[in-house]
């Protein structure tokens, strides 16, 4: 059989991005272009901007970007969702209107050239196709130990992820058909895309400084990612508990015999530190487990209301025809 040429949406995520969708933007259209040119994707094959209900200007920028020029379309959210949710709503979106989707950040931190070879490894029969970043000079060492750590830590967890991979990966409809059939609340898409299966492979591109503006992902929201990645995807900090609730009672059981020996030898005079260490350890310990259960009945609390992860208030498209 055959395979026509296919065609590909490029989605891109944009919150308070004014000043970087006009720098971005010409570029992306450039690539889809050429790609077109060299006959490797239709004619058909768009950019589309979602707006994560930015407060700037960003929306009327894309609404502009679309009005020139037929290759860019957009999405507006109802509100801001967050990163995951905008991305979400685009490749659904998407999903609906082409045979490939390669979602990437707008500020121009990812490679856009890393397209082609992604599109080849699609050729080749690949369903997802994961960008991976092959160096982070440009990140803060910060930026980079904390990721690191990051990355480490899923993988004790027992969380499956590409190493250095974020959001920047092609995904094919069948691929999509899949991570539609994922309808949790809580979403880590780098945790879920893996467990949709298929054939996968990874291309290597180097990460550059953001083009403008600043990052969205301050300390706090990465914390934030981490813990949701981990509590959505893993359950092991569950057993962990139990472990250590193990080997807490061991410890305990041989303190109170340790306490009874004392006890009936008549030595229980001096006794405060060592009750005072105690009382204070469990406490914390206590405390702890109860806020990792905590951590995972709020997960539940959320997936159980099942509200919508976005809602779509306007798209370019339905603009021109209205
Ligand atoms: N983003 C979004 N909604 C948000 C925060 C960020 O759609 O609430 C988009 C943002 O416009 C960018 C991408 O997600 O295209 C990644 O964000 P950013 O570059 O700030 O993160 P970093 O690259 O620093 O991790
Ligand atoms: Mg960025």
Redesign the pocket.
Known sequence: MEKTTPILYLV??????ETVLPQTAPVFFDKLRALQADGRIHADSRVLF?N?GSRDNTWAVICALAQEDPIACGVALSR?R??QN??LAGLMFARERADVTVSI???G?DDINAVDAMLTEYEDGCDVVYGVRADRKSDTAFKRGSAHAFYRLMTALGVESVYNH?DYRLMSRRALDGLAQFDEVNLFLRGLVPLIGYRSSSVYYTRTA?VAGK???PLHKMLSLAVNGITSLSTKPLKMITGLGLGVSFISLVMIVWTLVRHFSGLTINGWSSTMCVILFLGGVQLLCVGVLGEYIGKIYAEVKHRPRYIIRETTDEKKEG
């Open positions: 891109v995520p944009c919150y308070n991005e979602v994560d801001n967050g990163h905008a991305l950040d707008c500020d931190q974020a953001r990052s969205h992902y």
